[in-house]
């Protein structure tokens, strides 16, 4: 029988989506073990003067514990 957990990070970039997509899970896997999946829940942006400064995005992890 397997045991998942699910956590919400967030995590900012001021390159792209993807970018910060990649450094949350990079991150989140420094500390949790067995990711094996995330849910984008939420994409936003931060602006100023018209552009954009900062990608941000709320992520949700699943994880097995063992």
Do not use: C, P
């Not at 094996?36 to 942006?45: C, I, N």
């Not at 995005?57 to 097995?64: S, Y």
């Amino acid at each position: 029988m397997s045991v998942a957990r699910v956590t919400e990070i967030t995590a900012a970039s001021k390159k792209s989506f993807e970018d910060a997509i990649n450094l949350g899970l990079k991150r989140a896997n420094e500390t949790l073990d067995h990711i094996e999946g995330a849910w984008v829940q939420d994409m936003k942006v931060s602006v100023k003067d018209g552009r954009v400064q900062e990608y941000r995005v709320n992520m949700k992890l699943t994880f097995v514990l063992r």
